[in-house]
Nanobody, 127 residues
Framework: QVQLVESGGGSVQAGGSLRLSCASSGRTFSSSAMGWFRQAPGKEREFVARISIGGSSFRYADSVKGRFTVSRDNAKNTVYLQMNSLKPEDTAVYYC????????????????????WGQGTQVTVSS
């Protein structure tokens, strides 16, 4: 299993930016596509972004497309989520997740398509 720890959350005003990091202590990070999800109180966990194993392919939820950018550094076993032009509706706990080992499918947007999860980091955007 992949052990994941998110960091970088915090409070920011609307229009601001945050950069989330997801560090892995597992040994299979470089063999897994990675996803970002978020969950607001009382709402279902929502897909945000996915990055391929090699870091060259990306998929974003329509709600964040053009504002968020996912990247990874396999040498550092770390995935990032750069969040720009933040809106109050972006307020949520953000989670990183590791996809199935070796999967190159970029259309995986449901939580059950991921095997390992971090503990989450809170992002709060004020108006």
């Amino acid at each position: 299993q992949v052990q994941l720890v998110e960091s970088g959350g915090g409070s920011v005003q609307a229009g601001g930016s945050l950069r989330l990091s997801c560090a892995s202590s597992g040994r299979t990070f470089s063999s897994s596509a990675m996803g970002w999800f978020r969950q607001a109180p009382g709402k279902e966990r929502e897909f945000v972004a996915r990055i391929s194993i090699g870091g060259s392919s990306f998929r974003y939820a329509d709600s964040v497309k053009g504002r968020f950018t996912v990247s990874r550094d396999n040498a550092k076993n770390t995935v990032y989520l750069q969040m720009n032009s933040l809106k109050p509706e972006d307020t949520a706990v953000y989670y990183c997740a590791a996809g199935r080992l070796g999967s190159s499918i970029m259309t995986v947007t449901l939580p059950q398509g991921y095997d390992s999860w971090g503990q989450g980091t809170q992002v709060t955007v004020s108006s």
